[in-house]
């Protein structure tokens, strides 16, 4: 177990490792300056229910909000040759800066790493009892995550293509006049589905980036709910030539459309061109069914997406 805190600001990030992990594995000469005691608020974190008068016995559920999350921290720093303690303590202080707003906290179990973005409650508080010394000290840091949400480490990147693979390799020397044979390495599917899993714990938004390689009418994007029964769909009344990209942000608090403008160098709001009865696509816990489609040449567009699971707990 070990975690990191990333200064966006200052660039520079605190790798705190395992202290008993790490003295086991240097036979009691632990490697590094910072070491980790005790790490709360993996799981803890309080919800909120909202129930309404049921005209009778008990309530009846509504939802649950989380709470904001609370880890706290305790490690002891080991000063050695390179740094001396009063140089570990301004580090520390430096990277882990209540005033320095959001920090990264990456936290390695195992093989598995988790992030949450944090901000420091406090100034780091140093220990003045038992630790305190020229080689050692315990330090105190309270971080707190407005969105209470683990996130995996890294986003996870799909392409809603309609163009199945499908190799053939059958060629004939010389050739012959029968065009059935040769090479053929994709087919366009215009119903094709593509699976996009969420393993997280809660419902997700994503990142919708369409690219179009020649004139395209009216992108849009479909979700199939697992019953089939019904859909949800972006679609959005525009064109599209070559080169021409739209990003579409699902995420809460983050929704928007948007074009790159080349001319202007930036992304231009194009919310108006969202139909009316257009959803902005959520990913379910488990499996989810999307494709894409235009109203014409929709085998000239590509669209990638991107999300990131969402974990109560780790």
């Known amino acids: 177990m070990e975690c990191e805190i990333y200064n966006q600001v200052l660039g520079q990030k605190l790798m705190i490792k395992d202290y008993i992990t790490e003295t086991f594995a240097t036979d009691g000469n632990p490697k590094g300056n910072y ?4 790490l709360d608020g993996l799981g803890e974190v309080q919800a909120d229910r909202h ?7 008990g309530s009846i559920y509504i939802n649950s909000n989380l709470a904001e999350r609370e880890l706290q921290i305790e490690l002891v720093i080991l000063a050695d040759e390179s740094k001396n303690m009063e140089e570990l303590r301004r580090e520390i202080s430096k990277i882990v800066n209540p005033k320095a707003g959001l920090l990264e906290l990456r936290y390695k ?3 598995k790493t988790y992030r949450i973005n944090v901000a420091s ?3 780091p508080t140093f220990t003045t009892e038992d630790y305190l010394g020229k080689k050692r000290q315990r330090v105190t840091l309270t971080l707190v995550a407005s969105d209470p949400f683990w996130y995996a480490e890294n986003s996870e990147v799909h392409y809603l293509s309609n163009w199945q693979p499908n190799l053939e390799w059958e060629l004939e020397f010389p050739l012959t006049e029968n065009k059935d044979l040769g090479i053929e390495l994709e087919t366009f599917l215009k119903d094709g589905l593509v699976t996009l899993e969420n393993d997280g714990d809660e419902f997700t938004g994503a990142i919708f980036l369409l690219s179009a390689s020649s004139d395209v009418l009216n992108p ?3 979700r199939i709910m697992p019953d089939g029964s019904s859909t949800q769909k972006m679609k959005l009344l525009t064109s599209m030539k070559a080169g021409d990209r ?9 929704k928007r459309v948007e074009k790159w403008s080349d001319d202007r160098q930036k992304w231009l709001n194009i919310f108006n061109t969202l139909t009316m009865d257009s959803t902005f696509i959520q990913l379910d816990v488990g499996e989810n069914y999307l494709r ?3 109203a014409t040449h929709s085998d000239q567009l590509e669209i990638k997406v991107q999300y990131e699971s969402r974990y109560v707990g780790v």
């Open 35 to 38: 070491f980790l005691l005790k």
């Open 220 to 222: 849009e994007i479909i």
């Open 292 to 294: 894409s489609t235009a």
């Open 51 to 57: 129930t309404m008068d049921a005209h009778g016995d």
């Open 246 to 254: 739209i990003r579409i942000s699902t995420i809460s608090g983050q």
């Open 109 to 111: 179990e195992e093989q």
């Open 121 to 123: 409650d406090h100034v």
